[in-house]
């Protein structure tokens, strides 16, 4: 025996805000490559369901699904990569009845310190196709809707905000090197143009995709048997369905719809 | 690298002490880490003085100081000078650990500026730096350090320019001239002590923050990560004289 159900796009939309809006904030952290320095990044996504359009046979397209995100990183910076060291002219000076006295030119080798760029989230918005699939998994029957391929996550503006905020986290630390300071505007522009938006990026993308990436949504979760008429006496036992098979698809009549056929004995 | 810390008890990256010798004679010292001069008693550097010639100008010669395993070492063990010349000790590099010239002689060494001596220091960070004896003799001054107009790259080749003009404090019997100096970051300060009882010439805040005892406040190579509590941050530096010096007192009214 088969029994079929079926939702629209509007129903679709709904269970999916309601499954997309159930999943915790994701969390990750970890090394990442920040043009040529290693990183150290904690990040966070939190997603929200666009807009459901159902197409024949099995794609359930989603625009506009939101992916909030947060990043904050830090990375050693040996500054003698950015700004060359410096040596100092000698200095001398006439000591009146005594002489000319100078001291030796010192060289400045610049140290190596941590930047520290604090949390940073934007938000991106994605249109990604998820694929259908039912399969008995353990002692249940489960549909799953499930992303298919890497979209392709786009960084533009918060790259440059994150240029920024390195600029701004950079320039204290700097500023508080001796004999630093004059140097500060070129070795600022040095680190951003060493990292550049592709450096962002670089590291942008993979904290941020693996999020989105791989993502699956359980919406249909059912035991492969289960009773479902209890026992009403001693000659009238419990009934016992046990679900043979399940299948998804969409199905493009005069509307699109997510059917879903249960195999039932 | 060094913190950029006033202080001729602690010669670091931007330093130099220097010593004239009037008499012939040989003098023993040695290069400790600052503080650590009461606590010798091996001198293992010569200064060999000769007779000088009549009307002869004063030479000058440079002992650098390295540091190796955390042990100093000077490059020159037995050093021969005519009587008036001047020898000057700095850092070999910035690797070298901030150390103390200590004379076997009471008049000689870099933690008591007494006579025909001084103490240069190039200031690294902006901000006005009070500055008095840390043995607590009436000798201070102020040295206001401004940040260099930076216009493009002919900024930085004036003020690179600039940096080889060192300003002079001649300090007689206890009393600095002038007492109070302008320069620009990285710009040198020679302090010249003539004659006097022996001073120091220490950073205001730093001897307000407990820095008597030289020996625990001074950084080595972990200043490079950890900046030495007693440094003020150049902001709060700027245009305020924090010390507690005769100037200090006249500018913060």
Redesign the interface.
């Known amino acids: 025996m088969d029994i079929t159900a079926a939702i629209d796009e509007p129903a679709a939309d709904r269970l999916l805000d309601a499954v997309v809006g159930s999943l915790p904030v994701q969390t990750a952290s970890g090394t990442g490559s920040l043009g040529p320095f290693s990183a150290s990044y904690s990040a966070s996504a939190a997603l929200t369901n666009g807009n459901v359009d159902l197409i024949a046979p099995s794609t359930v397209r989603i625009a506009g699904f939101r992916v909030d995100w947060t990043v904050g990183f830090s990375f050693s910076l040996d500054i003698s990569s950015i700004i060359p060291d410096f040596c ?9 009845c ?7 030119a ?9 930047i520290t760029v604090p949390t940073i989230g934007d938000f991106l918005n994605v249109t990604a196709d998820f694929g259908l699939s039912a399969a008995r998994v353990g002692p249940d029957w489960e549909i799953d809707v499930t992303i298919q391929g890497v979209p392709n996550l786009q960084f533009g503006a918060a790259s440059a905000l994150i240029l920024a905020a390195i600029a701004a986290a950079a320039t204290p630390i700097l ?12 070795g600022v522009a040095a680190l951003l143009a060493t990292i550049g938006i592709a450096g962002v990026t670089g590291l942008l993308g993979p904290i941020i995709t693996p999020f989105v990436s791989g993502l699956s949504f359980n919406v249909y979760k059912q035991p492969a048997n289960f009773e479902a008429i209890p026992a009403a006496g001693v000659n009238d036992p419990a009934v016992f369905i046990s679900i043979d098979d399940v299948q998804a698809q969409i199905q493009s009549t005069d509307e699109d719809e997510l059917v879903v056929t249960v195999d039932v004995s | ?1 060094h ?2 810390v006033l202080d001729s008890r602690s010669i670091g ?2 330093d ?1 002490f ?1 010593q ?1 010798f009037m008499k012939e004679g040989t003098y023993r010292y040695n290069v400790v880490r600052p503080g650590g001069g009461q606590m010798v008693d091996e001198f293992p550097y010569e200064i060999v003085v000769g007779r000088a010639a009549a009307d002869r ?2 030479h ?1 010669e ?1 002992v ?1 100081v390295a540091s190796k395993e955390r042990r100093l070492t000077a490059d020159n063990e037995r050093l021969q000078i005519q009587a008036g010349d ?1 020898v ?1 000790w ?2 070999a ?3 070298a650990l901030r150390f103390e010239v200590t004379g076997e002689k009471d008049f000689f060494g870099s933690s008591t500026l007494k006579n ?1 001596c ?1 103490y ?1 220091h ?1 200031f ?3 901000g006005d730096y009070a500055w008095r004896d840390a043995n607590g003799g009436t000798t201070r001054g102020v040295v206001r350090v401004k ?2 107009k ?1 216009d493009g790259p002919a900024g ?1 080749e004036r ?2 320019r600039n ?6 404090v ?1 300090i007689n019997n206890g009393k600095a001239e002038p007492a109070e100096v302008d320069i620009e ?2 710009q ?1 300060v ?1 302090f ?1 002590v003539v004659n006097g009882d022996g001073i120091t010439v220490t950073d205001d805040q730093l001897l307000e923050a407990g820095g008597h005892d030289i020996g625990t406040k001074y950084d080595d190579a972990k200043s ?2 950890k ?1 030495m509590p007693t440094k003020p ?2 902001t709060k530096r700027t245009g305020a004289t924090r010390g507690t010096g005769k100037a200090a007192k006249k500018k913060a009214t």
Not at chain 1, 88 to 96: A, E, G, L, S, T
Not at chain 2, 163 to 168: C, E, I
């Open positions: 100092f002219p000698q200095v001398c000076v006439n000591i009146p005594v002489g000319r006295v100078c001291t030796p010192p060289c400045i080798n610049w140290p190596t310190r941590t500023l508080a090197i001796p004999f630093l300071g004059p140097f500060l505007a070129i | 690298m913190s950029n990256l931007g130099a220097g004239r100008e004063m000058q440079t650098l001047l000057v700095a850092p590099n910035g690797e025909e001084g240069s190039a690294g960070l902006p940040a260099p930076m930085i003020w690179k940096l080889a003009n060192a300003q002079l001649m970051v990285g040198t020679y010249a490079q990560t900046p941050k150049p």
